[in-house]
């Protein structure tokens, strides 16, 4: 009987998935094994929710955002039961691998499996918040950096014709590597962000973006801000208030959200994707092979164009924080005069 691998995905969903089930899905079926797919991230698994896949279920998946196997956040997985009947599911369907393809919760997820269940897991960096050490990118990760510039190119055309000023708030939970990526990408005279930013002392930087903004306004030039969501209290609302109230100028909020999680992978998520689902299925084939037994559940990443294997347990020990120098070139050189320092 052919060996059954698994895959689901999990945690919100990111750009480049479906390339990674559809790698995933060839590379088994190529090696001899059978393929499964669980619907709705770790829920699918709980609730024995799952389709065979094949050559026709992977067909045109690829160029298109989402994941053919949905996702989705699942409590359940909080308790021992939940985690239990998980594993119950993996046992009772003779599962041999399972690959998670989602972001740190569900990492957290794999390793609590991992004590309930002695199969080979493995996770794959996907969530467009880029926030995992053992990679430099998470599947995702690149789409999202350019669907953020590219609509905050063309708030730039509105910001410039009418002189104005705008807050865009872009994603990425609790780290900065979009802020900055897109921020620096689009030239924007503010990124407020974590790796920057000490919201304790707010008045000062509203002080010293107002400066900034006036500045920029006597050269008759727009103001982009971009900030991270869940930095600022009270959200961007609140620093649009705090900004509109000492001056005359209309400043403008656009909350980019959902749409930085959907659209066409860029190339890179796909290829990242697929080099990554390949791995993931020549590991287990050699795992297999060797008839060994199961090592600690591993994440397969890529630095420097190279493959990678970290155990999830480092992987979750550290947060990777944004390149420094990113956040120095754009402290000394990029930002807009009066917000270098705060
Ligand atoms: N401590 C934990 N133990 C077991 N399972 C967990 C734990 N934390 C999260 N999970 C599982 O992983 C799922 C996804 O986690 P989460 O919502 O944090 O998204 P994520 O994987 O970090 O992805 P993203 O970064 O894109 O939001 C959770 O809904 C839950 O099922
Ligand atoms: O779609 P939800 O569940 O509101 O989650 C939003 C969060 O998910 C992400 O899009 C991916 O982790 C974060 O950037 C964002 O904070």
Redesign the pocket.
């Known amino acids: 009987m052919a060996q059954k691998l698994a895959i689901l995905t ?3 969903d ?1 750009p480049g998935m479906n390339s990674a089930i559809r790698a995933i899905v060839l590379a088994s079926l190529n090696k001899g094994y059978q393929c499964i797919g669980f619907y709705h ?2 829920n699918g698994l709980i609730e024995q929710q799952f389709t065979e896949l094949d050559e026709h279920s992977v067909n045109n998946i690829t160029q298109h955002g989402g994941t053919i196997l949905k996702s ?7 308790n021992t039961a939940g ?1 239990s009947q998980a594993a119950n599911t993996l046992r009772k369907l003779h599962i041999s691998a399972l690959i998670v393809i ?8 794999l ?2 499996l991992s004590e309930h269940w002695q199969g080979t897991l493995i996770g794959l960096p ?4 880029n ?1 995992l050490s053992g990679c430099d990118h998470t599947i995702g990760f690149s789409t999202a950096v350019n669907t953020a510039t590219r609509a905050i190119d063309k708030i730039r055309d509105t910001a410039n014709a009418f002189e104005r000023v705008f807050i865009t708030e872009v994603m990425g ?1 609790h780290s900065g590597h979009i802020a900055f990526n897109t921020g620096i990408a689009t030239g924007a005279e503010s990124i407020l962000s974590f790796e920057n930013c000490d919201v304790n002392k707010q008045q000062h930087i509203v002080t010293q973006l107002l400066a900034a903004i006036t500045e920029q306004r006597n050269k008759h030039a727009s103001f982009v801000i971009v900030l991270a969501e869940n930095l600022w209290p009270g959200g961007a609302s609140s620093l649009q208030a705090q900004l509109n109230q000492h001056t005359d100028f209309n400043c403008a909020v656009c909350i980019l959200g959902h749409i930085q999680r959907g659209g066409a992978p860029s190339s890179e998520d796909r290829m990242l994707a697929t080099t990554l689902g390949v791995a993931a299925v020549e590991y287990i084939d050699e795992l297999l092979l060797a008839a060994s037994s199961s090592p600690a559940p591993i994440m397969i990443g890529q630095i420097n164009g190279q493959l990678t294997q970290t155990l999830i347990s480092d992987v979750l020990k550290c947060n990777k924080p944004v390149a420094s120098k990113w956040v120095q070139q754009y402290q000394h050189y990029l930002s807009a005069k009066s917000t270098i320092s705060n």
């Open positions: 999990s945690g919100g990111a991230g770790y989705a956040r699942c409590p359940a997985m909080l985690i989602g972001g740190d919760g569900s990492f957290h997820g390793d609590a996907g969530t467009i918040d926030d939970r």
